[in-house]
């Protein structure tokens, strides 16, 4: 991020999503007593579809009891497109490098961490990144989010192989000031005091492990009873890491 400032939030009460994902067509998924996600997955067309697919996972958090929309979440799922198809750290890159500035950077780091080989990963089976969790006030400090997140997971662990995510929590109540707008130490201070805050809030209740010291990504693998397992280490020489920008 760059220089951050408080951000505001809309008039859903959130601060990055200006209307939730449609219910219609959506599974429902028993959460907690009270609490559903609706959620479903959407193809994402891409170059290379022949070797690497990705999905995009939709979700409202949702209050059984009155229908309030409580939050919402935000993943994309990637595996192989067949079975014997092997997927190159550069075609991972190139594919998300078409999507997003943000899939930019997370392929970007997945192609340079040392402790994991996303080819290896793949091989495995799917793994999903985990772009966004986001809670209305009311309904912070209960933990639904994580809850939302962690049954969403056995479920797809389940019904597709699902074995691995990624996520870079950041507080939301910050966004990037314009290049032209000057710093305020004061919220610089504040971002890095709720950054903290919120990875160690993340690594209390998930079996995380950075990907790569001080990048801010971090590992989950599921199984071995919620504990992580030994990371796939890298065999190939490394290359340099990509970097290219989005116009």
């Not at 400032?5 to 067509?25: D, I, K, M, V």
């Not at 950077?105 to 990963?121: E, G, Y």
């Not at 710093?183 to 919120?198: G, T, V, W």
Request: charge should be neutral; proline fraction near 7%; hydrophobic fraction near 35%.
């Amino acid at each position: 991020m760059n220089s951050p400032r408080l951000a505001s939030r809309n008039h859903l009460g959130f601060y990055r999503r200006e209307q939730l994902p449609p219910q219609r067509g959506s599974k429902r998924l028993s959460v907690a007593p009270g609490l559903i996600l609706n959620w479903y997955l959407a193809h994402i067309e891409n170059e290379l579809e022949d070797d690497i697919s990705i999905q995009e996972v939709e979700g409202q958090i949702r209050d059984s009891q009155n229908g309030v929309a409580v939050g919402y979440l935000h993943w994309y799922i990637f595996a192989k497109t067949e079975e014997n198809a092997e997927v190159s750290r550069w075609t991972f890159f190139d594919a998300c490098d078409a999507q997003s500035q943000e899939l930019c950077d997370f392929a970007a780091l997945l192609f340079s961490a040392r402790k994991l080989d996303v080819t290896s990963m793949l091989r495995l089976g799917p793994i999903a990144f985990m772009h966004l969790l986001e809670v209305r006030p009311s309904y912070a400090g209960n933990g639904l989010g994580i809850q939302a997140t962690k049954a969403l997971a056995e479920y797809l662990q389940q019904k597709i192989g699902l074995h691995a995510a990624v996520m870079q929590p950041v507080p939301l109540q910050f966004d990037s000031a314009p290049d032209d707008q000057p710093s305020d130490p004061s919220a610089e201070q504040l971002f890095k005091h709720e950054l903290r805050h919120l990875v160690s809030y993340y690594k209390r209740v998930l079996p995380l492990e950075e990907v790569q010291r001080g990048s801010g990504y971090f590992l989950w693998r599921f199984g071995n009873n919620g504990r992580p397992t030994p990371v796939v280490e890298r065999t190939a020489p490394q290359k340099a890491r990509p970097h290219r920008s989005r116009p």
